[in-house]
């Protein structure tokens, strides 16, 4: 599940937390992981925007819990390396 945190200092994280894909079991759902007994969050495929900083990439980071502000899902948007649907009344037959 690809979520965006806000932490308290104002710094904007977004990375994929990993989610059991079982209905009813531990870790299935995201207040399951901010209620569990451990102090971190592991997050993997990570963008880090910083106000006034270019953006930082890392392939995984553990943040503390106490650290963050907000949490929710992120919204998947298209990025260059995926294919998009072309739309076919633009495409022409040859």
Known sequence: MRVQILTLNNVQ???DMAVSALPNSY???LSDMLNNSRNFIV???VE???PGQPL???SSLC???PAIAFLCEAEVTP???QT???DPVSVSAS
């Open 43 to 45: 997050l993997t495929d």
């Open 84 to 86: 998009l649907e072309t």
């Open 48 to 50: 880090i925007h910083q």
């Open 79 to 81: 990025t260059s390396s």
């Open 13 to 15: 994280i977004f990375g």
């Open 27 to 29: 870790r299935s759902r």
């Open 56 to 58: 930082t990439q890392m």
């Open 63 to 65: 943040i503390n819990k």
